[in-house]
């Protein structure tokens, strides 16, 4: 009985961590900067292409895998600065420039890296609980996932920078007034996002066998986590992982991965019918304190 159990919470805390880190760049991108970026799953091929590139030519995995972090986040300034720049307030026209960069990204690697690129395998340890092992790397990405969440609320709710990109978010023309660097920091939180799409694919690299078409597998469950958290990704990303996880791997344990799959989008239409804007503004009308008589009349 305690095998099961804990094979549960371990099936619950691997899907937590893919959502977690599959979704937290595109939360602040699409959440908090109103970006439609459908090349999300791009800069996670690059995070997982330049882990494997790296790795190939000597480098040690992790100092393989915070370059390659490094390196989707530049690339991430420079797609802000040169085509996301212009398309603020514009949901359609960015997504239209960004799933025109995924095209030519996925194409462009499959001409020059051809269909498939073998990863350096899942770093080995294991243990055993009853009759089933259970692989260590898995737990090391539920670190990582939590270690995302904990990075993006201090560095977003416990710094300048934090305060100047959510009053840049909220009202740029004001922010702008008031001194506030908008281009920077619109620049530097893209390239955050980016950076964060890059650690996802440096950190599943290990993991799997790398395609130019890779991002697909990510990009959906990344975009239903940050609808169902809603448009406050410091309140709702976490709860909505955790929700998510919850019901996939439930699902899985019980009819397998298919079944899980569905179940969690079934269950994403349920919410988001029920919640139309999310799980950050539930967590924020059920904290808004009751209005005085005055402000009633």
């Not at 919470?9 to 970006?35: C, E, K, P, T």
């Not at 978010?169 to 996002?193: E, H």
């Amino acid at each position: 009985m305690l095998a099961e159990i804990f094979s549960f919470l371990y099936q619950f805390a691997d899907v937590f961590a893919f959502l977690i880190l599959a979704s937290a760049g595109l939360a602040i991108v699409f959440g908090m900067m109103g970006v439609i970026n459908m090349a999300h799953g791009e800069f996670i091929m690059c995070g997982a292409y330049v882990t494997v590139g790296l790795v190939n030519a000597g480098f040690p995995l992790i100092l393989a895998q915070a370059l390659a972090t490094v390196a989707a986040a530049l690339i991430g300034v420079v797609v802000e600065l040169s085509i996301v720049r212009k398309l603020y307030k514009r949901p359609l026209d960015s997504l239209l420039a960004t799933w025109g960069l995924s095209l030519i990204v996925t194409q462009g690697m499959l001409l020059i890296f051809g269909g498939s690129m073998s990863g350096p395998g899942t770093p080995p340890g294991s243990f055993t609980v009853g009759d089933y092992t259970f692989s260590i790397y898995r737990l090391v990405l539920f670190a990582a996932a939590i270690g995302v969440l904990a990075f993006i609320y201090v560095v977003f709710m416990r710094t300048k920078f934090g305060v100047y990109a959510r009053a840049t978010m909220q009202n740029a023309p004001i922010a702008q007034a008031l001194g506030v660097k908008v281009g920077k920091i619109y620049a530097l939180s893209f390239g955050i996002g980016a950076g964060l799409a890059g650690l996802c694919g440096a950190l599943y690299a290990p993991t799997m066998t790398l395609i130019p078409t890779m991002g697909a597998t990510f990009i959906v469950e990344s975009f239903v986590t940050v609808v169902v958290g809603g448009s406050n990704v410091l309140l709702g990303t976490a709860p909505a992982g955790v929700l998510l996880a919850i019901v996939r791997s439930g699902l899985n344990a019980w009819g397998g991965q298919i079944i899980g799959q569905i179940g969690m989008l079934i269950a994403v239409i349920l919410i988001i019918r029920v919640l139309p804007e999310g799980i950050s503004s539930y967590v924020t009308r059920s904290h808004r304190l009751p209005a005085t008589e005055e402000e009633k009349s």
